[in-house]
């Protein structure tokens, strides 16, 4: 079993920055994928932030490419969201997420664990 942990969220202007940590317990980290996903308000979906695949690969959503930087340190069970040139449209709540084994870019089901999110709003 794993457990994941959220913090960071904060209520910013546009254009501000953020950084969004995930703790993690468990052994093992470094087998495991990590994604990020974001649920809107209002939205019945979580949409696809940014993504760590144990194949190697990073990737990121259309709408947070150049803006958002996903990192990782295994040796201390933790998985960071650098976002940057925050918009009123990065708005919603957070979510970190992992699974064993690699991952394809968006797709929330393929993961097994789930956070329970942290709030970012960003006024105009």
């Known amino acids: 079993q794993m457990q994941l942990v959220e913090s960071g969220g904060d209520l910013v202007r546009a254009g501000d920055s953020l950084r969004l940590s995930c703790a993690a317990s468990g052994r093992l980290f470094n087998l495991y994928s990590v994604g990020w996903f974001r649920q809107a308000p209002g939205e019945e979906q979580r949409e696809f932030v940014a993504?760590?695949?144990?194949?190697?690969?990073?990737t990121y959503g259309d709408s947070v490419k150049g803006r958002f930087t996903l990192s990782r340190d295994n040796l201390f069970n933790m998985v960071y969201l650098q976002m940057n040139t925050l918009k009123p449209e990065d708005t919603a709540v957070y979510f970190c997420?992992?699974?064993?084994?690699?991952?394809?870019?968006?797709?929330?089901?393929?993961?097994?664990?789930w956070g329970q999110g942290t709030q970012v709003t960003v006024s105009s």
């Open positions: 997420a992992a699974t064993k084994g690699g991952v394809l870019p968006g797709g929330a089901g393929q993961y097994d664990y």
């Open positions: 993504a760590d695949s144990t194949s190697g690969s990073t």
